[in-house]
């Protein structure tokens, strides 16, 4: 059914003035939309510039048929794709490594002998390993005098131009220079998918996971690539004690997230990738927000 927003509102201009609007009716492309998203629709559209207090009032949505293109909240807006597990109490990222410890360091019920009645807060402690989630190593993970997490600039973690290369586990677990080559990836961000994020936080996920082999490392090294990223348990083969994947790559100041996931969402490019830690002093690995951001 076509659905139109009849409203009225009343702008604020932070340089004095106002300007206001009654029984104004729009086209919505849903069945519902926000009042802070019609102001904000009506301010761009037309064009108003030093916009304060916005107030819309006596909304009401009603069917009748389109006349115009609806509003849609999104048009012109990036779309955005989380790449991330959620962490949560007591989750097994890696065998022999610890859960983390989620609870209350202040609960809302304690904190009602501090604050007035009606103001409650809760301050939330956690304890874990840094190598929970989704995480990103930084060259101080392999090596005593690499970067840390505070010394690797913001720009190596943020809008970096991205490409997927698929190799589904089922088809190799060994991700070979075979796998990697007859792509563009200089200069950009290389996730790999193979799928394998589908075992997580199952006994699976900890079984022969997916991995580069050493030349496929030393390959991405050689095309100077910015970042890998990759949606298994480790970028390395764990049945031994070597790790020349992460020595390859960290050596050479190339960044790893391991543990993504959702990467059948994404284009094979066309987006930027983001994975963004805290500013850690002594911290080579912490858990991101791992994001691809695509044009609509």
Request: net charge negative; with cysteine; hydrophobic share 35%.
């Given at each position: 059914?076509?659905?139109?927003?009849?409203?009225?509102?009343?702008?604020?201009?932070?340089?004095?003035?106002?300007?206001?609007?009654?029984?104004?009716?729009?086209?919505?492309?849903?069945?519902?939309?926000?009042?802070?998203?019609?102001?904000?629709?009506?301010?761009?559209?037309?064009?108003?510039?030093?916009?304060?207090?916005?107030?819309?009032?006596?909304?009401?949505?009603?069917?009748?048929?389109?006349?115009?293109?609806?509003?849609?909240q999104n048009t012109?807006?990036?779309?955005?794709?989380?790449?991330?597990?959620?962490?949560?109490?007591?989750?097994?990222?890696?065998?022999?490594?610890?859960?983390?410890?989620?609870?209350?360091?202040?609960?809302?019920?304690?904190?009602?002998?501090?604050?007035?009645?009606?103001?409650?807060?809760?301050?939330?402690?956690?304890?874990?390993?840094?190598?929970?989630?989704?995480?990103?190593?930084?060259?101080?993970?392999?090596?005593?005098?690499?970067?840390?997490?505070?010394?690797?600039?913001?720009?190596?973690?943020?809008?970096?131009?991205?490409?997927?290369?698929?190799?589904?586990?089922?088809?190799?677990?060994?991700?070979?220079?075979?796998?990697?080559?007859?792509?563009?990836?200089?200069?950009?961000?290389?996730?790999?998918?193979?799928?394998?994020?589908?075992?997580?936080?199952?006994?699976?996920?900890?079984?022969?996971?997916?991995?580069?082999?050493?030349?496929?490392?030393?390959?991405?090294?050689?095309?100077?690539?910015?970042?890998?990223?990759?949606d298994s348990l480790?970028?390395?083969?764990?049945?031994?004690?070597?790790?020349?994947?992460?020595?390859?790559?960290?050596?050479?100041?190339?960044?790893?997230?391991?543990?993504?996931?959702?990467?059948?969402?994404?284009?094979?490019?066309?987006?930027?990738?983001?994975?963004?830690?805290?500013?850690?002093?002594?911290?080579?690995?912490?858990?991101?927000?791992?994001?691809?951001?695509?044009?609509?």
């Amino acid at each position: 059914m076509d659905k139109r927003v009849k409203f009225d509102f009343e702008f604020f201009f932070t340089n004095g003035g106002s300007i206001k609007g009654e029984d104004f009716r729009l086209d919505i492309a849903g069945n519902d939309i926000s009042d802070k998203e019609l102001a904000d629709y009506i301010i761009e559209d037309m064009r108003l510039l030093m916009v304060g207090e916005t107030r819309i009032l006596n909304k009401e949505i009603i069917t009748e048929p389109h006349k115009r293109k609806p509003i849609d909240q999104n048009t012109g807006k990036p779309l955005l794709i989380d790449l991330s597990h959620t962490i949560e109490d007591g989750l097994v990222t890696y065998k022999g490594l610890p859960a983390p410890v989620i609870c209350d360091y202040l609960s809302r019920e304690a904190s009602k002998d501090i604050y007035e009645e009606g103001t409650e807060f809760q301050i939330g402690k956690i304890e874990m390993v840094s190598n929970t989630g989704t995480y990103i190593d930084c060259p101080f993970h392999r090596y005593e005098h690499g970067k840390d997490l505070s010394e690797v600039s913001l720009e190596a973690f943020t809008d970096l131009d991205g490409i997927v290369i698929r190799v589904p586990h089922d088809k190799s677990k060994a991700i070979t220079r075979e796998h990697l080559q007859n792509y563009e990836v200089r200069n950009r961000a290389v996730l790999i998918h193979t799928g394998w994020d589908k075992h997580w936080n199952t006994e699976s996920y900890y079984e022969y996971n997916p991995y580069l082999t050493q030349e496929a490392a030393e390959y991405l090294v050689s095309c100077n690539v910015k970042l890998v990223g990759i949606d298994s348990l480790n970028i390395d083969d764990t049945r031994g004690k070597s790790r020349p994947v992460h020595t390859a790559l960290l050596g050479a100041e190339i960044l790893i997230v391991e543990h993504l996931c959702n990467l059948e969402l994404l284009p094979d490019d066309g987006f930027t990738f983001s994975a963004i830690p805290p500013k850690f002093k002594g911290v080579g690995t912490f858990p991101v927000r791992a994001m691809a951001k695509l044009k609509r």
